[in-house]
Nanobody, 122 residues
Framework: QVQLVESGGGLVQPGGSLRLSCAAA??????????MAWYRQAPGKERELVAI????????HYADSVKGRFTISRDNAKNTVSLQMNSLKPEDTAVYYC?????????????WGQGTQVTVSS
């Protein structure tokens, strides 16, 4: 069974920084075959895509709301994906989730982490 474990959340003041990490662990799980993404869900809102990185790390995409402030990266040797969050705003407050996705023929393989809380408040 694939496990994605997020860490690094917490309470930070507006303008501050946090670095989230997601570690993947499973027998037979080929991390480097999966696109990885960070999503977030604020209270009363739908889960939204924050950033995504391709399997090789060569391509990235960001939500407009975080462009220029957040950076997604991955280390395929360590089976980890990170999200560096700078210039944090109160509206960034949410539970952040890590997601792994791979398409194999007609099948799609998707795994989610349990989430980590990020609170931006003074």
């Amino acid at each position: 069974q694939v496990q994605l474990v997020e860490s690094g959340g917490g309470l930070v003041q507006p303008g501050g920084s946090l670095r989230l990490s997601c570690a993947a662990a499973a027998s037979g799980f080929t991390f480097s075959s999966y696109d990885m993404a960070w999503y977030r869900q604020a209270p009363g809102k739908e889960r939204e895509l924050v950033a995504i990185i391709g399997s090789t790390g060569g391509s990235t995409h960001y939500a407009d709301s975080v462009k220029g402030r957040f950076t997604i990266s991955r280390d395929n040797a360590k089976n980890t994906v990170s999200l560096q969050m700078n210039s944090l705003k109160p509206e960034d407050t949410a539970v952040y989730y890590c997601k792994a996705r791979r398409v194999g023929g007609l099948l799609q393989y998707v795994y989610w982490g349990q989430g980590t809380q990020v609170t931006v408040s003074s």
